[in-house]
């Protein structure tokens, strides 16, 4: 794997899709059996990333987001992260991605933010799950499903205890750029994430392209005009996929693969550098993604 850090600012790059919406058409389709899946039966895991690896995308993203010990131990799988985090890694490694990021989501403890013990509490969580992935073959680690800022300022400050590897942050916005918490916007949000060294700030969102591609160029404007520069990740959530959609809709813009073409392009033409089709997408968005931003440059520096 080469160093994700010598490709920002310089080309475009598709993140792959969750394969949890892979192993949930399946049937595999609550947290603690797609985590039993890639402790007991990590051929599936497998098996749904070679979909994607057909797809083509640079960056493959480790299902490892429950690996706080908050979440195993809700997943009743205390002291099973080192071989989670094993078993994610061995998944990948037969498709020799270009980047592999390993994701960590929020650890689910309450967080008062005016008290140091639960501060203090809350950033271990993410300082041991990044420990799991000290001197492995991992690029960078990816910080996704943030809905706080608070809950975000942990886990930086956690990840950052304890590993220097580039971070991903992404938070989940609405539309107005509102956080999915209703506690504060995107731009907060990216103050959190430039005071606190994230490479790669982010947002996943159901907005339509349009809507997607204006909170990316404000973002990006967002970010300048207070002098930081990083590169920029949105992820388009796709809703619950029916065939008998015909057309975009407010619930769910990106009803079919190949609405990631368009919005692929606007939201480079806005600022972006990574692109992920989240929520329920098939490997087939990430494919169209992958092939809409090939061999196209990074959006230049602000």
Request: glycine letters at 6%; proline letters at 7%; charged letters at 20%.
């Amino acid at each position: 794997m080469a160093d994700i850090a010598l490709r920002f600012f310089k080309d475009m790059l598709v993140l792959s899709s969750p394969v949890t919406a892979v192993l949930d058409r399946q049937g595999i389709d609550t947290p603690r059996d797609q985590a039993l899946a890639l402790l007991l039966e990590p051929e599936t895991i497998e098996e749904a990333y070679r979909l994607e690896a057909v797809a083509g995308p640079q960056c493959f993203v480790l299902p490892t987001a429950a690996l706080t010990p908050a979440r195993l131990a809700e997943l009743a799988m205390d002291g099973k992260g080192p071989e989670l985090a094993a078993h994610a890694l061995a998944a990948v490694e037969p498709f020799k991605p270009q980047h592999v990021l390993a994701e960590i989501g929020p650890c689910g403890l309450p967080l008062d933010p005016s008290s140091k013990a639960s501060l203090v509490e809350n950033r271990d969580q993410y300082a041991r799950a990044a420990h799991l992935f000290d001197g492995q073959a991992v690029d960078a680690l990816f910080l996704n499903g943030f809905t706080t800022t608070d809950d975000l300022k942990c886990a930086l400050m956690g990840v950052r205890k304890v590993c220097d590897l580039p971070v991903f942050a992404s938070v989940d916005v609405q539309a107005d750029g509102t956080l999915a918490s209703g506690r504060g916007t995107l731009m907060d949000a990216a103050d959190v994430m430039a005071e606190f060294e994230a490479a790669v700030a982010g947002f996943a969102t159901t907005a339509a392209p349009a809507e997607a591609a204006h909170l990316a160029s404000s973002l990006r404007a967002h970010l300048a005009q207070r002098g930081t520069e990083l590169c920029l990740l949105v992820s388009l959530e796709v809703g619950t996929r029916d065939a008998k959609q015909q057309g975009p809709t407010a619930e769910n813009p990106y009803y079919a693969p190949d609405t990631m073409m368009p919005a692929a392009a606007a939201l480079r033409a806005a600022g972006a550098q990574f692109l992920r089709a989240a929520g329920n997408a098939s490997p087939a968005y990430t494919g169209v993604l992958a092939a809409t931003v090939a061999g196209l440059d990074a959006p230049a520096e602000a």
